[in-house]
């Protein structure tokens, strides 16, 4: 068996399926878009643990042999109860805050993120590792997720446009895109804030993971 099986509330997660087909072309994908539980940036932890311990086994019972969280929202709250209940590889996806740290210059970066990955002890332990001298903004977004999901393409560019005026003189000169639906936009977002900042995500770096662990597990 080569399956990966990868979990998005929705379609947020095919920008990371896209990097792990470029990797590892031979592997068979299986996308759990759950739609059905759209949205899971505003769901209490508890729900969102049975939701996708529920989707893990169904994923287990196809085959899959590697899980990967394509959400930030579900890693950031459930990664380690996960880890502890299924006994195969679970790659997730966090705000890649670590890279903004490193680029950062002004020493002032954003973190557009879901309700739930804003407020999660998991961001602020990235933040506090890597940013001890760096201005962090935590943008919590209530519905872009959901306006992206459901190609709304234009009211989510004025959503984000309306928050960013309180944020642009503030010297910020990298975002992080923290919820995988924010990096399907990422050309309308980084015309909205210009073109001086740098807008960084975990996509590629979550991909090079899964392959890491995929040549470790040896499936082919
Ligand atoms: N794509 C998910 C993330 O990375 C969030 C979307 C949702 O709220 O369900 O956080």
Known sequence: MKKIGIIDSGIGGRGIKKEIKKLIPQ???????????????????EELNRILEKNISELISKGTEIIVLACNSATVTSINYLRERFNIPIVGVEPAIKMAAKNTKTKNIAV??????????????????????????KIPFENLAGEIENNKIGVAGLGVTKIWENYKNKNIDVIVLGCTHYTLIKNQIQKIVGDQIELVDSNSAVAQQVKKVYDEINID
Not at 27 to 39: H, L, Q, V
Not at 114 to 128: C, G, Y
């Open 27 to 45: 592997a068979e994908i299986i996308y759990f878009a759950d739609s059905k539980n759209f949205p899971y940036g505003t769901k209490e932890v």
């Open 112 to 137: 557009f993120a879901t309700p739930i990955t804003s407020k999660s002890e998991a961001t602020d332990r990235l933040i506090n590792e890597y940013c001890k001298d760096i201005i962090v903004y």
